[in-house]
């Protein structure tokens, strides 16, 4: 009997190394929600609000449609969660 168990060793290793390499993938992520945000020369934003769900990855674009220059009129934007005032 110990032989036998000595003779299979390998093969549990063999079996556990290739669960570890192929049966463990992990799901494909999914691709970031995309919001793009307009503002011009009024500090105004097309868009006001936006929802997500905690964990999801967002990709913000802003894009400034003014025509002053950036120096003396540059654009922020500030995300918050819909609880804050």
Same mark, same amino acid.
């Not at 691709?31 to 964990?55: N, Y």
């Given at each position: 009997?110990?032989? %036998?168990?000595?003779?299979?060793? &390998?093969?549990? #290793?063999?079996?556990?190394? !290739?669960?570890?390499?192929?049966?463990? %993938?992990?799901?494909?992520?999914? &691709?970031?929600? #995309?919001?793009?945000?307009? !503002?011009?020369?009024?500090?105004?934003?097309?868009?006001?609000?936006?929802?997500?769900?905690?964990?999801?990855?967002?990709?913000?674009?802003?894009?400034?449609?003014?025509?002053?220059?950036?120096?003396?009129?540059?654009?922020?934007?500030?995300?918050?969660?819909?609880?804050?005032?």
């Amino acid at each position: 009997m110990r032989k %036998s168990v000595w003779q299979s060793l &390998p093969f549990l #290793a063999l079996g556990c190394s !290739a669960l570890l390499s192929f049966g463990c %993938s992990r799901a494909p992520e999914a &691709p970031p929600k #995309a919001v793009q945000v307009q !503002a011009d020369d009024t500090m105004k934003f097309d868009v006001t609000a936006f929802d997500a769900t905690p964990g999801q990855k967002i990709s913000i674009t802003l894009k400034n449609t003014g025509t002053t220059p950036k120096l003396s009129m540059g654009h922020n934007l500030v995300v918050l969660r819909s609880s804050c005032e």
